[in-house]
Protein backbone atom coordinates (compact mmCIF):
# COMPACT_ATOMS: atom_id res chain seq x y z
CA UNK A 1 0.00 0.00 0.00
CA UNK A 2 2.65 2.36 1.34
CA UNK A 3 4.24 2.31 -2.69
CA UNK A 4 1.60 4.68 -3.93
CA UNK A 5 4.21 7.04 -2.34
CA UNK A 6 6.52 6.25 -4.76
CA UNK A 7 4.04 7.57 -7.06
CA UNK A 8 2.59 11.11 -8.92
CA UNK A 9 -0.92 9.92 -6.67
CA UNK A 10 1.63 10.00 -3.45
CA UNK A 11 3.07 13.25 -4.06
CA UNK A 12 1.97 15.99 -0.78
CA UNK A 13 4.07 18.98 -1.99
CA UNK A 14 1.56 18.88 -4.89
CA UNK A 15 -1.82 20.54 -4.08
CA UNK A 16 -3.47 18.41 -6.86
CA UNK A 17 -2.30 15.28 -5.05
CA UNK A 18 -5.83 13.11 -3.75
CA UNK A 19 -5.57 11.32 -0.15
CA UNK A 20 -6.73 7.76 0.11
CA UNK A 21 -10.48 9.16 1.01
CA UNK A 22 -10.33 10.90 -1.79
CA UNK A 23 -10.66 7.53 -4.21
CA UNK A 24 -11.53 5.48 -1.28
CA UNK A 25 -14.40 7.02 0.01
CA UNK A 26 -15.02 8.24 3.34
CA UNK A 27 -14.96 4.71 4.71
CA UNK A 28 -15.58 5.14 8.56
CA UNK A 29 -15.60 1.78 9.07
CA UNK A 30 -12.22 0.71 7.93
CA UNK A 31 -10.59 3.69 9.53
CA UNK A 32 -12.14 3.67 12.79
CA UNK A 33 -12.54 -0.30 13.29
CA UNK A 34 -14.99 0.45 15.92
CA UNK A 35 -14.97 -3.83 16.80
CA UNK A 36 -11.33 -3.94 16.66
CA UNK A 37 -11.16 -6.65 14.42
CA UNK A 38 -7.88 -8.18 13.49
CA UNK A 39 -8.85 -7.50 9.66
CA UNK A 40 -10.46 -4.53 9.34
CA UNK A 41 -13.52 -3.60 7.25
CA UNK A 42 -13.23 -3.18 3.82
CA UNK A 43 -13.38 0.77 2.18
CA UNK A 44 -16.13 2.23 0.20
CA UNK A 45 -14.54 1.87 -2.61
CA UNK A 46 -12.23 -1.37 -3.64
CA UNK A 47 -10.38 -1.03 -6.96
CA UNK A 48 -9.18 -5.07 -5.98
CA UNK A 49 -9.61 -6.33 -8.87
CA UNK A 50 -12.62 -8.88 -8.50
CA UNK A 51 -14.10 -6.85 -5.78
CA UNK A 52 -17.77 -6.16 -5.25
CA UNK A 53 -17.48 -2.29 -6.23
CA UNK A 54 -18.83 -1.80 -9.73
CA UNK A 55 -16.81 -0.78 -13.40
CA UNK A 56 -19.16 2.47 -13.33
CA UNK A 57 -18.08 3.47 -9.71
CA UNK A 58 -14.66 2.56 -10.34
CA UNK A 59 -14.64 4.85 -13.29
CA UNK A 60 -16.28 7.49 -11.99
CA UNK A 61 -14.07 7.94 -9.29
CA UNK A 62 -10.84 7.98 -12.05
CA UNK A 63 -12.53 9.96 -13.96
CA UNK A 64 -13.34 12.95 -11.49
CA UNK A 65 -9.45 14.15 -11.90
CA UNK A 66 -8.53 12.10 -14.87
CA UNK A 67 -11.07 14.11 -17.25
CA UNK A 68 -9.30 15.25 -20.49
CA UNK A 69 -9.31 14.76 -24.04
CA UNK A 70 -8.19 11.19 -24.87
CA UNK A 71 -10.70 9.94 -22.40
CA UNK A 72 -13.80 11.94 -23.51
CA UNK A 73 -14.49 9.24 -26.19
CA UNK A 74 -15.25 6.37 -23.18
CA UNK A 75 -19.08 6.08 -22.55
CA UNK A 76 -19.58 3.91 -25.99
CA UNK A 77 -16.12 2.58 -26.15
CA UNK A 78 -15.42 -1.24 -26.98
CA UNK A 79 -13.90 -1.39 -23.35
CA UNK A 80 -16.68 0.47 -21.68
CA UNK A 81 -19.07 -2.03 -23.56
CA UNK A 82 -17.30 -5.35 -22.26
CA UNK A 83 -17.70 -3.81 -18.74
CA UNK A 84 -13.94 -2.98 -18.30
CA UNK A 85 -12.57 -0.41 -15.40
CA UNK A 86 -10.05 1.46 -14.99
CA UNK A 87 -7.63 -1.22 -12.86
CA UNK A 88 -8.69 -3.73 -14.97
CA UNK A 89 -5.58 -2.29 -17.07
CA UNK A 90 -3.74 0.05 -14.52
CA UNK A 91 -2.19 -1.07 -11.31
CA UNK A 92 -2.75 1.93 -8.48
CA UNK A 93 -0.15 0.95 -6.15
CA UNK A 94 2.83 0.80 -7.95
CA UNK A 95 5.98 2.58 -9.01
CA UNK A 96 6.04 1.59 -12.26
CA UNK A 97 2.30 1.33 -13.92
CA UNK A 98 3.08 -1.88 -16.47
CA UNK A 99 0.36 -0.30 -18.89
CA UNK A 100 2.23 3.20 -19.11
CA UNK A 101 5.51 1.23 -20.53
CA UNK A 102 6.49 0.50 -24.18
CA UNK A 103 8.15 -2.55 -22.99
CA UNK A 104 5.41 -4.09 -20.85
CA UNK A 105 1.77 -2.24 -22.14
CA UNK A 106 1.32 -4.91 -24.92
CA UNK A 107 1.27 -7.74 -22.15
CA UNK A 108 -1.03 -6.23 -20.15
CA UNK A 109 -3.31 -6.03 -23.64
CA UNK A 110 -2.63 -9.48 -24.62
CA UNK A 111 -3.91 -10.65 -21.10
CA UNK A 112 -7.26 -10.27 -23.41
CA UNK A 113 -5.99 -9.94 -27.07
CA UNK A 114 -4.57 -13.61 -27.22
CA UNK A 115 -5.39 -13.19 -31.00
CA UNK A 116 -2.50 -10.66 -31.72
CA UNK A 117 -0.37 -12.22 -29.25
CA UNK A 118 -0.17 -14.97 -31.02
CA UNK A 119 -0.06 -12.20 -34.89
CA UNK A 120 2.87 -10.25 -33.23
CA UNK A 121 5.14 -13.56 -33.03
CA UNK A 122 4.54 -14.24 -36.73
CA UNK A 123 7.66 -13.15 -39.29
CA UNK A 124 6.77 -9.62 -40.68
CA UNK A 125 5.34 -7.43 -37.46
CA UNK A 126 5.32 -4.01 -35.71
CA UNK A 127 8.73 -3.18 -33.73
CA UNK A 128 6.64 -4.01 -30.49
CA UNK A 129 8.43 -6.69 -29.28
CA UNK A 130 11.68 -4.67 -29.57
CA UNK A 131 9.75 -1.93 -27.52
CA UNK A 132 9.80 0.66 -30.08
CA UNK A 133 6.09 0.76 -30.24
CA UNK A 134 2.98 0.10 -27.96
CA UNK A 135 -0.29 -0.95 -28.63
CA UNK A 136 -1.35 2.74 -27.87
CA UNK A 137 0.76 4.30 -30.64
CA UNK A 138 -2.25 3.09 -33.04
CA UNK A 139 -5.17 2.61 -30.55
CA UNK A 140 -6.42 4.62 -27.93
CA UNK A 141 -7.97 2.18 -25.08
CA UNK A 142 -10.17 4.82 -23.17
CA UNK A 143 -11.94 5.44 -26.66
CA UNK A 144 -12.16 6.87 -30.17
CA UNK A 145 -14.10 8.36 -33.00
CA UNK A 146 -12.50 6.08 -35.63
CA UNK A 147 -13.00 2.10 -35.91
CA UNK A 148 -10.78 -0.33 -34.25
CA UNK A 149 -10.56 2.38 -31.28
CA UNK A 150 -7.91 3.78 -33.57
CA UNK A 151 -5.65 7.05 -32.39
CA UNK A 152 -7.09 8.88 -35.62
CA UNK A 153 -10.15 9.40 -37.45
CA UNK A 154 -9.14 6.29 -39.85
CA UNK A 155 -7.04 3.53 -40.32
CA UNK A 156 -5.01 5.05 -43.18
CA UNK A 157 -4.62 8.45 -41.06
CA UNK A 158 -3.13 6.39 -38.01
CA UNK A 159 -0.93 4.84 -40.53
CA UNK A 160 0.16 7.77 -41.92
CA UNK A 161 1.39 9.09 -38.60
CA UNK A 162 4.59 6.88 -39.56
CA UNK A 163 4.47 6.30 -43.05
CA UNK A 164 3.87 9.43 -44.42
CA UNK A 165 5.49 8.38 -47.58
CA UNK A 166 2.47 6.53 -48.31
CA UNK A 167 0.17 9.67 -47.83
CA UNK A 168 -0.01 11.31 -50.65
CA UNK A 169 -1.86 12.76 -52.73
CA UNK A 170 -0.30 11.03 -55.72
CA UNK A 171 -0.57 11.33 -59.65
CA UNK A 172 -1.66 8.51 -59.72
CA UNK A 173 -3.56 6.83 -57.08
CA UNK A 174 -4.22 3.06 -56.46
CA UNK A 175 -7.64 3.01 -55.30
CA UNK A 176 -7.00 0.37 -52.25
CA UNK A 177 -4.55 2.24 -50.55
CA UNK A 178 -6.74 5.15 -50.69
CA UNK A 179 -9.32 3.51 -49.36
CA UNK A 180 -7.76 1.43 -46.48
CA UNK A 181 -4.47 0.01 -45.65
CA UNK A 182 -5.71 -3.40 -44.27
CA UNK A 183 -7.26 -4.12 -47.58
CA UNK A 184 -3.47 -5.65 -48.53
CA UNK A 185 -1.37 -5.37 -45.19
CA UNK A 186 -2.48 -6.95 -41.26
CA UNK A 187 -1.12 -4.69 -39.02
CA UNK A 188 -0.34 -6.94 -35.97
CA UNK A 189 1.49 -9.63 -37.41
CA UNK A 190 2.10 -12.02 -41.04
CA UNK A 191 3.91 -14.52 -42.30
CA UNK A 192 4.23 -12.94 -45.49
CA UNK A 193 6.44 -9.38 -45.70
CA UNK A 194 6.07 -6.65 -45.42
CA UNK A 195 2.85 -7.31 -43.24
CA UNK A 196 0.66 -8.66 -46.74
CA UNK A 197 -2.27 -10.64 -46.10
CA UNK A 198 -0.78 -12.83 -48.69
CA UNK A 199 1.98 -13.20 -51.10
CA UNK A 200 2.32 -12.22 -54.23
CA UNK A 201 0.73 -12.55 -57.30
CA UNK A 202 -2.18 -14.33 -55.26
CA UNK A 203 -2.43 -10.87 -53.28
CA UNK A 204 -2.97 -8.98 -56.67
CA UNK A 205 -5.08 -11.31 -58.07
CA UNK A 206 -7.78 -10.68 -55.37
CA UNK A 207 -8.67 -7.57 -58.41
CA UNK A 208 -6.68 -8.38 -61.15
CA UNK A 209 -7.53 -11.43 -61.66
CA UNK A 210 -6.25 -11.68 -65.54
CA UNK A 211 -3.29 -9.02 -65.71
CA UNK A 212 -1.12 -10.27 -68.96
CA UNK A 213 -2.89 -13.29 -69.93
CA UNK A 214 -4.13 -12.35 -73.52
CA UNK A 215 -2.60 -11.51 -76.53
CA UNK A 216 -3.74 -7.93 -76.51
CA UNK A 217 -1.95 -7.75 -72.89
CA UNK A 218 2.04 -7.60 -73.05
CA UNK A 219 2.92 -5.06 -70.72
CA UNK A 220 4.94 -7.73 -68.51
CA UNK A 221 7.34 -8.69 -71.71
CA UNK A 222 7.91 -12.21 -70.61
CA UNK A 223 9.91 -14.38 -71.94
CA UNK A 224 8.39 -17.16 -74.31
CA UNK A 225 5.38 -14.48 -74.24
CA UNK A 226 2.36 -13.28 -72.21
CA UNK A 227 1.24 -15.73 -69.38
CA UNK A 228 -2.14 -17.33 -68.19
CA UNK A 229 -2.80 -16.42 -64.28
CA UNK A 230 -6.68 -16.07 -64.48
CA UNK A 231 -7.44 -15.86 -60.70
CA UNK A 232 -4.53 -18.22 -59.94
CA UNK A 233 -5.75 -21.01 -61.97
CA UNK A 234 -3.16 -21.80 -65.02
CA UNK A 235 0.23 -21.39 -62.83
CA UNK A 236 3.21 -20.37 -64.68
CA UNK A 237 4.97 -23.62 -63.25
CA UNK A 238 5.25 -25.12 -66.89
CA UNK A 239 7.42 -21.75 -68.03
CA UNK A 240 10.88 -21.39 -68.20
CA UNK A 241 12.69 -19.80 -64.19
CA UNK A 242 12.92 -16.44 -66.01
CA UNK A 243 9.24 -16.01 -66.94
CA UNK A 244 7.81 -17.95 -63.78
CA UNK A 245 9.72 -15.55 -61.68
CA UNK A 246 8.88 -12.19 -63.98
CA UNK A 247 5.37 -13.00 -63.50
CA UNK A 248 4.80 -13.78 -59.99
CA UNK A 249 6.81 -11.23 -58.73
CA UNK A 250 4.28 -8.32 -59.63
CA UNK A 251 6.01 -5.94 -57.42
CA UNK A 252 9.10 -6.24 -59.74
CA UNK A 253 7.78 -4.28 -62.03
CA UNK A 254 4.77 -2.30 -60.30
CA UNK A 255 7.30 -0.84 -57.91
CA UNK A 256 5.25 2.14 -56.66
CA UNK A 257 2.31 0.25 -55.66
CA UNK A 258 1.23 2.92 -53.05
CA UNK A 259 1.13 5.63 -56.07
CA UNK A 260 3.28 7.51 -58.09
CA UNK A 261 3.91 11.31 -59.71
CA UNK A 262 5.67 10.26 -62.52
CA UNK A 263 3.86 11.01 -65.96
CA UNK A 264 4.54 7.53 -67.09
CA UNK A 265 3.53 6.33 -63.91
CA UNK A 266 -0.12 4.98 -65.16
CA UNK A 267 0.65 1.59 -64.09
CA UNK A 268 2.82 2.33 -60.68
CA UNK A 269 5.78 0.95 -62.67
CA UNK A 270 8.25 4.18 -62.04
Same mark, same amino acid.
Request: hydrophobic share 25%; proline share 7%.
Given at each position: ?39 ? =? ?9 ? @? @??? $? ?8 ? %?????? !? ?5 ? %??? !? ?9 ? %?? &? ?44 ? =?????? =?????? #???? $? ?6 ? +? ?12 ? $? +? ?9 ? #? ?15 ? &? ?14 ? $??? @? ?6 ? =? ?21 ? &? ?12
Amino acid at each position: MLSIYKTAHGVKADERTPGCQSCHGASVAHVKNPEGASTR =PTVDVDFTKGS @A @ATA $EIIIQTCIGC %HQNGQR !SHWDGSE %HQR !SGLSCTSCHEI %HT &HSDPVLSKISQPEVCFTCHATQRAQFHRISTHPVAAGEMACSDCHN =PHGSVG =PHLMVK #NSVN $ETCYTCHA +DRRGPFLWEHSPVT $E +DCTNCHTPHGS #NNVPLLKARTPWLCQEC &HTSDHSGPMNSGANLP $EGD @ATTINGLL =PLGNRAPRSQMNGRNCLSCHALI &HGSNHPAGARFSR
